[in-house]
């Protein structure tokens, strides 16, 4: 029943949302595999993208919770098949090591890997893909004597037409019209 | 929630663009709310904003308690009968910490106060400065929002925002930190009230295509139950309530804090769910073939064991919370909208109907309910007095309009059971905290908001004592509550708990107290204790004719037991009517 779910927010850029965000998962012991906090293609809007495991049932209630917050706009709930999501990894390697392997072509023809740096001592690698390319060639190197190894959160987008900013503009609508009966009313 | 502010129309104030401290333009800002009573207790940081409050008395006044938690109670209270947002101040520090119980239970029970908490000086801020604490980070799980102002150019909106959030969609309370720089600096003043959040959207479309399959439900269906939550009283949907039950021929069960929305004297009044509701809604929500939910949240105290709940029934939930829909029960209809909106445009397209059988089924089960539990609880004829015959005596001598207030254990939910409230009764407890000490405090608030009727306090003795200190705000500003203090020496419902299921073991429930009469004597609190049955009614009748606040303690039975009871882990239908 576990699965893995790419939770897509938009929030507004202010103090303290993303300890609220984390208080609702912690509550009900969900763990944030991965998080990744970036502006959005709105202006003012932060988007964050967090991966966590756990039930379809689960991830709705807490989506729901999260996108009650008065900060956040919209949260998305998404499994793979529905996104294209990227993670990118460096990989700091002994250059002895990588030499000995002759590898240095195969990194690039085979792994789409690019070589950012490269000195007497270390020689770094840096590769984008899906988690399983990342560890795929973490294996690869780790004959070769791996110094450093970091892993960025995923990044995604949808494959869904309907954008953000439709939402935004019904959201808006639907305020708007209200205030206009209050005011009737006052 | 259905707003009765006496905001001023106009937007922006005739002082507009006037240059003020922030302390008064916080105070500005609050009468343009229409705020005219300030519940709270001074200190070193919030210093600034009491020396302003000084020259604004004419129209802002500031009941100080004895107690933040105390303040924060009362602010709530006030807000429940008089449908506006409270409003409660606390100095940084122990002050901010001393309200979080109070937030807290304002954020379960969906109650719009805003809290204005000062903070030392912005440069202090993350040092640990003297009588500094994260109350922002302390109160962020129980408000609906928070945010620290340490400009004072940013009062003002701060504050807009902070009353919008607090009163629209399912309301709640909201927090305002405000650093003692903010408060002294200068800023050019000016106030619009917030109308819209661009993040945060309470007004959701109506679907009337889920309205048309409610109607349909609702007309085929068999045996219908309503079950009438705080959302109804919330969002002012009493009157259209009672419309559909009376269309439909539908009996109305209620929450706890629902049961003030619903006339008990009306014949499709089913009575109260849950723990210790009555027998015929709890037995027969597992009978129902459809049960519509309106603004309440299927709390475990109200649904008992999930699994065996409602196994007949589809649900519709109509519940403007979106976070609360599917979140504890399956349902199979969800209105995510307001209670009103939803019920007005649903009522028409109610087929009439008079249910008279099913109707019969919940009298059946009545009469059971009243010869084994309510006769004997509310008229015993002899031994010693029941918590029952003392809140049925009240609710009769007050025929059922008064504004009803507990506080937490076996006499609440004596008060839940027996009270039989009217269509101008409001029922003030802590219904999703259970907050002990919340009764007495939440008295003098909901006096505070001259409700017209009566100001009725039910509370035990162990309760009293977690917040009598706040007999000295009653005594100030001689606030006329009536204080009904049923004593059986126990902390009574943990003790039937002992007696139930822990082989009864009082562990710790046992209390010595003080002379009750004395200690309202040292307040100048007019006081009755009363020990015998016969002179109960007359003393409530003095209790009710005495003009100022008045104490009367009831000497109850110790040992007596609130029943019926679903017992932990059991259904709803699996009822204890008698034990012992
Ligand atoms: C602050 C707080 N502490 C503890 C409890 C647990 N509790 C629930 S009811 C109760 C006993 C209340 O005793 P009393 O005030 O005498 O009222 P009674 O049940 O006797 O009517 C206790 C201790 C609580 N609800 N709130």
């Known amino acids: 029943m576990q699965q893995e779910y790419t939770i897509s927010l938009f929030t507004e850029d202010h103090i303290g949302i993303l300890s609220r965000i984390t208080i609702i998962l912690t509550r009900r012991q969900i763990n944030i595999d991965s998080i990744t906090a970036s502006e959005s293609a709105i202006k003012g809007l932060q988007m964050l993208t967090m991966v966590v495991t756990t039930t379809p049932d689960m991830v709705n209630k807490v989506a729901r919770q999260i996108e009650k917050l008065v900060d956040v706009v919209k949260v998305f709930v998404h499994t793979s098949p529905e996104i294209i999501c990227q993670e990118i990894a460096l990989y700091k390697v002994t250059t002895r090591g990588l030499m000995a392997g002759s590898m240095i072509g195969d990194l690039v023809r085979k792994h789409h890997a690019r070589i950012l740096e490269v000195t007497p001592e270390y020689i770094v690698v840096e590769k984008s893909g899906d988690k399983e390319e990342i560890t795929a060639l973490l294996a690869v190197l780790e004959p070769c004597g791996v110094l450093q190894f970091v892993r960025s959160g995923r990044i995604a987008v949808t494959r869904q037409v309907k954008e953000l900013d439709a939402y935004l503009k019904e959201m808006e609508e639907a305020g708007r019209g209200r205030t206009e009966t209050l005011e009737i009313y006052n | 929630m259905?707003?009765?502010?006496?905001?001023?129309?106009?937007?922006?104030?005739?002082?507009?663009?006037?240059?003020?401290s922030g302390a008064e333009a916080l105070l500005k800002c609050l009468i343009e709310e229409g705020v005219d009573t300030i519940f709270g207790y001074p200190g070193g940081a919030i210093m600034p904003v009491y020396n302003k409050l000084l020259d604004y008395s004419d129209r802002l006044r500031h009941i100080l308690t004895r107690h933040e938690q105390g303040a924060a109670h009362a602010a709530q209270a006030y807000a429940m009968v008089t449908g506006r947002v409270g409003v409660c101040f606390a100095t940084s520090g122990p002050g901010a910490t001393n309200l979080v119980t109070g937030i807290a239970n304002a954020f379960l029970d969906s109650v719009p106060v805003v809290f204005i908490t000062a903070q030392v000086t912005s440069a202090l801020i993350g040092t640990d400065a003297f009588q500094e604490t994260d109350i922002l980070g302390i109160s962020m799980p129980v408000t609906k929002w928070n945010a620290q102002v340490k400009n004072a150019?940013?009062?003002?909106y701060a504050i807009a925002r902070a009353f919008y959030i607090a009163r629209s969609g399912r309301p709640g309370p909201v927090l305002?930190?405000?650093?003692?720089?903010?408060?002294?600096?200068?800023?050019?003043y000016s106030y619009r009230q917030c109308t819209y959040i661009r993040s945060y959207n309470p007004f959701i479309p109506l679907h009337m295509r889920d309205i048309e399959s409610a109607a349909v439900m609702i007309n085929h269906a068999e045996k219908p139950l309503i079950l009438a939550g705080h959302g109804v009283i919330l969002s002012g949907a009493a009157e259209e309530l009672k419309a559909l039950a009376e269309k439909g021929g539908i009996p109305v069960a209620a929450t706890l804090l629902g049961l003030s929305a619903f006339p008990h004297k009306h014949r499709l009044f089913a009575g109260m769910l849950g723990m210790h509701g009555n027998y015929a809604?709890?037995?027969?929500?597992?009978?129902?073939?459809?049960?519509?939910?309106?603004?309440?949240?299927?709390?475990?105290?109200v649904t008992g064991n999930l699994k065996k709940y409602a196994p007949d029934a589809r649900i519709i939930?109509?519940?403007?919370?979106?976070a609360e829909i599917n979140k504890n029960v399956r349902v199979d209809l969800e209105i995510n909208n307001d209670a009103r909106e939803v019920l007005s445009a649903l009522v028409p397209m109610i087929?009439?109907?008079s249910r008279e059988k099913w109707i019969r089924e919940f009298r059946i089960l009545d009469r059971i309910e009243y010869e084994k539990v309510i006769k004997p609880e509310t008229d015993p004829g002899e031994g010693e007095i029941r918590m029952g015959e003392v809140v049925k005596a009240v609710s009769d001598l007050t025929d059922g309009d008064a504004v009803i207030v507990t506080d937490v254990g076996q006499h609440q939910m004596a008060v839940a059971r027996y009270y039989r409230f009217s269509e101008k009764s409001t029922l003030v407890t802590s219904g999703g905290?259970?907050?002990?000490?919340?009764?007495?405090?939440?008295?003098?608030?909901?006096?505070?908001?001259n409700p017209g009727n009566p100001v009725i306090a039910f509370i035990g003795d162990?309760?009293?004592?977690?917040?009598?200190?706040?007999?000295?705000?009653?005594?100030?500003?001689?606030i006329p509550v009536k204080i009904i203090l049923l004593n059986n020496s126990f902390l009574g419902m943990v003790r039937q708990w002992q007696e139930m299921f822990f082989n009864g073991r009082y562990a710790s429930t046992e209390m010595a107290n003080p002379d009750f009469m004395t200690l309202a004597g040292a307040y100048g609190i007019e006081a009755h204790r009363v020990t015998r049955r016969e002179e109960l009614r007359m003393a409530i009748g003095t209790m009710l004719a005495a003009e100022g606040p008045y104490l009367m303690e009831v000497t109850i039975s110790r040992e007596a037991n609130i029943l019926p009871m679903v017992e932990p882990g059991a259904s709803v239908s699996d009822v204890t009517l008698t034990y012992r």
């Open chain 2, 462 to 478: 162990g309760g009293f004592q977690m917040t009598l200190q706040e007999l000295g705000t009653i005594m100030q500003y001689h």
């Open chain 2, 153 to 156: 150019q940013d009062i003002p």
């Open chain 2, 351 to 353: 087929r009439e109907s």
């Open chain 2, 317 to 322: 939930h109509i519940e403007i919370d979106r």
């Open chain 2, 433 to 449: 905290m259970g907050t002990m000490g919340f009764g007495l405090p939440a008295s003098l608030g909901a006096a505070s908001g």
């Open chain 2, 176 to 188: 305002i930190d405000i650093s003692k720089d903010a408060q002294v600096e200068n800023l050019s």
């Open chain 2, 2 to 20: 259905k707003e009765k502010t006496k905001t001023t129309d106009k937007q922006g104030s005739d002082s507009e663009g006037s240059t003020v």
């Open chain 2, 281 to 301: 809604p709890n037995v027969l929500t597992n009978q129902a073939d459809l049960i519509i939910a309106i603004g309440m949240r299927f709390d475990d105290r």
